[in-house]
């Protein structure tokens, strides 16, 4: 059984950093692509960034050039630096994994709350 384990969440202030971590177990032929999503409350699930399997990324425009998704070399944990944090990035972060047969496993996740 596959499972994701997301970890790094917390309160910062605005214009701090933090890093999430995403450790995936279970699986056995590797993911298709791994990412991250966030809910803020009263709203639907957003994509924050993903990373394929061949290391190509994608992000949401609103956290282009503040947040960097990356992987380890095994391919079993993903990280997403967030930096600049702002008050509307507070939300539950939630990893996402997508197998190759393009089934989707999701973590409990973590809440980031941006706040002074």
């Known amino acids: 059984q596959v499972q994701l384990v997301e970890s790094g969440g917390g309160l910062v202030q605005p214009g701090g950093s933090l890093r999430l971590s995403c450790a995936a177990s279970g699986i056995i032929f590797g993911f298709n692509a791994m990412g991250w999503y966030r809910q803020a409350p009263g709203k639907e699930r957003e994509l924050v960034a993903i990373?394929?399997?061949?290391?190509?990324?994608i992000y949401a425009d609103s956290v282009k050039d503040r947040f960097t998704i990356s992987r380890d070399n095994a391919k079993t944990t993903v990280y997403l630096q967030m930096n600049s944090l702002e008050p509307e990035d507070t939300a539950t972060y939630y990893c996402n994994a997508q197998t190759r047969a393009l089934i989707n496993y999701w973590g409990k996740g973590t809440l980031v709350t941006v706040s002074s």
């Open positions: 990373i394929t399997s061949g290391g190509s990324t």
